[in-house]
């Protein structure tokens, strides 16, 4: 690990999470070309590799996105050491190279410091981006479902066209149902 005495704040918050992705990019050519890699190699530490990577995997299901705690316990888990914390300690330095302690906005008090590393959190803002626009999308359509639901139950039940038909009539009424947690059949 480069020693810094600098921290840098983290662009995720606490709370911004990708815990349900199965996904991330890998970007093939920025590892193969990486400083890391070719310490790695050249120190004959490819194993660091590897270990790095169940890192990088690790710390997309951490919160904030791709962070790790600062603690050799937890770092050893995700790293699939298990209680192996001697074995952990000797990859630590290599498998965390380019990783820095990292400030992060809406830390709660006694939160344990976190690491970031700045290509994995370029991923992570990425990520979390798409996300949000993939809930938007979600949330849009299940309030154009509900319009449309509130609209053919008004015409059901015989109500005039010009209310039933009315985008602040059905508007009115979605509202109601979806902040009352009511469904519309």
């Not at 997309?60 to 050799?72: C, Q």
């Not at 965390?96 to 991923?123: K, Q």
């Not at 008004?154 to 009539?169: R, W």
């Amino acid at each position: 690990m480069t020693e810094t005495s600098e921290t840098w704040w983290y662009p995720l918050r606490y709370g911004d999470t990708l815990s349900n992705h199965d996904w991330v990019p890998l970007y093939i050519s920025k590892l193969m070309t990486s400083r890391f890699v070719a310490h790695a190699v050249a120190g004959g530490r490819r194993a660091d590799i590897g270990t790095a990577l169940l890192l990088w995997a690790g710390a997309f299901h951490e919160d904030p996105a791709g962070t790790l705690p600062d603690d050799d316990i937890q770092l050893a888990q995700i790293a699939k050491f298990g209680a192996d914390l001697e074995g952990w300690r000797a990859a630590r330095e290599g498998a965390l190279y380019g990783w820095c302690p990292v400030e992060i906005d809406g830390a709660a008090p006694g939160r344990g410091r976190r690491l970031g590393h700045s290509v994995i959190a370029e991923i992570a803002v990425d990520m979390h981006r798409r996300k949000a626009g993939r809930d938007q999308a979600r949330e849009a359509a299940r309030l154009a479902q509900l319009r449309h639901r509130v609209r053919a139950k008004l015409k059901a039940l015989h109500f005039p066209e010009a209310t039933s038909s009315s985008p602040q009539v059905v508007e009115t009424v979605a509202a109601f149902l979806d902040a009352s947690n009511l469904y519309c059949t």
